[in-house]
């Protein structure tokens, strides 16, 4: 069950002179909060692609990770590597939980890491009628790899045209830092079902540290193949309602 209780604290408005604000709106007609984009750094952007077995990520035409999926038993969701392939060291795993909404992430090498290595990403929901899925995780604070201090962060779906995202898609996402509501980076998909070639763009307007980039990005990764496998699991059964693929 997705955690309703533990929803994600009220925005606050921080300097407007680095921000640019996102003015959706939420569809019971309350005025959404204020949610600012950071433009504090220079933008890094992840190319991701389809392949057959998993997802190619690139920066600047040069190939960061490789994303596997997986539905086996005892293996993972989602396995990340770094290189081309599965051949490369791993970096990190994502774990699905049946029947529920969070799942969870590891960082690091370890093929079969124990319960406290594991991290959970849990999914509160907000809304009276329509219903928003906010993934909450944490991640070291910028400047540490490890330790004490965490930065709460949580992705959530976005329209906002200002954030490039489509009105239209169920797939587009943005990441919010929870202290004072800063869009940190955009999710986006345009291309629809194609099995291997251009899949989606992850675009930072501010760097948070290798490591949680990394969580970030197997985290969004995560949402959209759990929507993958539901909206496959409807098209099944109910095969004239469609439900493309992602």
């Keep these: 069950m997705a955690d309703t209780k533990d929803t994600p604290p009220a925005y606050t408005v921080s300097d407007p002179s680095r921000t640019i604000t996102d003015d959706s709106h939420q569809a019971d007609g309350n005025a959404a909060p204020i949610l600012e984009l950071s433009t504090s750094a220079a933008n890094k952007t992840y190319e991701i692609y389809n392949t057959s077995t998993g997802l190619n990520i690139t920066n600047s035409d040069r190939q960061l990770y490789y994303l596997g999926r997986y539905v086996a038993l005892d293996v993972p969701d989602i396995l990340a590597y770094g290189g081309y392939d599965q051949s490369g060291p791993q970096l ?83 990441l919010v830092e929870e202290a004072n509501g800063e869009v940190l980076a955009v999710y986006t998909e345009h291309n629809l079902g194609a099995a291997d070639g251009p899949k989606g763009q992850l675009v930072f307007h501010q760097r948070l540290g290798d490591n949680a980039e990394l969580a970030a990005l197997v985290v969004v990764m995560a949402i959209i193949e759990h929507l993958r496998r539901n909206m496959r699991q409807i098209a099944r059964a109910f095969p004239l309602q469609g439900g493309g693929a992602i």
């Design 92 to 174: 990190a795993q994502a774990e699905f939980i049946k029947f529920d909404k969070n799942f969870r992430i590891y960082l690091g090498g370890l093929r079969h890491p124990s319960k406290d290595d594991w991290d959970m990403v849990r999914c509160a929901t907000e809304g009276r009628f329509i219903h928003t899925d906010f993934y909450r995780f944490e991640v070291p604070a910028q400047g540490q790899s490890t330790g004490t201090r965490k930065r709460k962060l949580h992705w959530t779906k976005t329209s906002s045209r200002k954030l490039g995202a489509s009105k239209l898609s169920i797939r587009d996402h943005k």
